[in-house]
T-cell receptor, first 113, second 107 residues
């Protein structure tokens, strides 16, 4: 069972470069999420998608864009990377609109130099 | 305006019960409390959730006070592999996790 798969696992960018973080889930979940986690801190929500075709901003959306490509896939794009975006990025999904039982991927460690 | 409040850290002896408190004094009547843990740098893992009654599963027990203003996650027989950051969260559109409690289980 793959669950939630994130690619890449590690990435180093230069300031101003762009990249897309990929996330896919095979659990037929409706909702998907992107979080960032800075050293020694909890997770902060960047964007989420309650269902296919919809996306909404979370707590820290600035500098990011997302695409809910289909029910399985939810990508996060950094158009012009900044050092402040150095972080670990986690994707998550859940089935139920009410219950917050999230399943997380293993994360992408991103460094922006 | 913190949604939940947890101690920053706590230690526990291997084989003993670990009791992790969480304060959620502003919780509404139909709002669940959820617990997750994050081992090292892995993605968080769901542990348990509850509304009013105490809950138990293969991982832990959750005790919720009658006024629902606080709860305690209990790891009945802590092992070294339970060393992790434990998060207590409420349903919120931001679904953000605070800093949690860093639990260190010592041999």
């Amino acid at each position: 069972n793959a669950g939630v798969t994130q690619t890449p696992k590690f990435q180093v960018l230069k300031t101003g470069q762009s990249m897309t973080l990929q996330c896919a889930q095979d659990m037929n979940h409706n909702s998907m999420y992107w979080y960032r986690q800075d050293p020694g801190m909890g997770l902060r929500l960047i964007y989420y998608s309650a269902s296919e075709g919809t996306t909404d901003k979370g707590e820290v959306p600035n500098g990011y864009n997302v695409s809910r490509l289909n029910k399985r896939e939810f990508s996060l794009r950094l158009e012009s990377a900044a050092p402040s975006q150095t972080s670990v990025y986690f994707c998550a999904s859940k089935q139920d609109r009410v219950l917050e039982k999230l399943f997380f991927g293993s994360g992408t460690q991103l460094s922006v130099l | 305006d913190a949604k939940t409040t947890q101690p920053t850290s706590m230690d526990c002896a291997e084989g003993r019960a670990a009791n992790l408190p969480c304060n959620h004094s502003t919780i509404s009547g139909n709002e669940y409390v959820y617990w997750y843990r994050q081992i090292h740098s892995q993605g968080p893992q769901y542990i348990i959730h509850g509304l009013k009654n105490n809950e138990t599963n293969e991982m832990a027990s959750l005790i919720i006070t009658e006024d629902r203003k606080s709860s305690t996650l209990i790891l009945p027989h802590a092992t070294l592999r339970d060393t992790a950051v434990y998060y207590c969260i409420r349903r919120d559109y931001k679904l953000s996790f605070g800093a949690g409690t860093t639990v260190t289980v010592r041999a």
